[in-house]
């Protein structure tokens, strides 16, 4: 079992910038891949980015490439989406997920779930 909590949600105008974090705790597993999906109202989970744990392997949805980039921490066992540049329709709630293997970008490919932050995008 692996245990992911979020953080670091918030209102923020257009153009700037947010760091989210997921902690996770429990089951160690090299094989991990961790990635971040969002749910805005009315739509559908989708993929964000995602990270091999260990070969630093990674994977961005069109929409955020160049704005934003997944890291992980592995002393403090934690990875980091940092998002710039934000825009409005980047408004939704944020999760970070875990799974064994690659780095997929289906939401229903994700074992582990963190409980979602909300990001708002809005002057």
């Known amino acids: 079992q692996v245990q992911l909590v979020e953080s670091g949600g918030g209102l923020v105008q257009p153009g700037g910038s947010l760091r989210l974090s997921c902690a996770a705790s429990?089951?160690?597993?090299?094989?991990?891949?961790m990635g971040w999906f969002r749910q805005a109202p009315g739509k559908e989970r989708e993929f964000v980015a995602a990270?091999?744990?260990?070969?630093?392997?990674?994977r961005y949805a069109d929409s955020v490439k160049g704005r934003f980039t997944i890291s992980r921490d592995s002393a403090k066992n934690t990875m980091y989406l940092q998002m710039n540049s934000l825009k409005p329709e980047d408004t939704a709630v944020y999760y970070c997920?875990?799974?064994?293997?690659?780095?997929?970008?289906?939401?229903?490919?994700?074992?582990?779930w963190g409980q979602g932050t909300q990001v708002t995008v809005s002057s």
């Open positions: 429990g089951r160690a597993e090299s094989r991990y891949s």
């Open positions: 997920a875990a799974r064994l293997g690659g780095t997929g970008s289906i939401w229903s490919e994700y074992d582990y």
């Open positions: 990270r091999h744990w260990i070969s630093g392997s990674t």
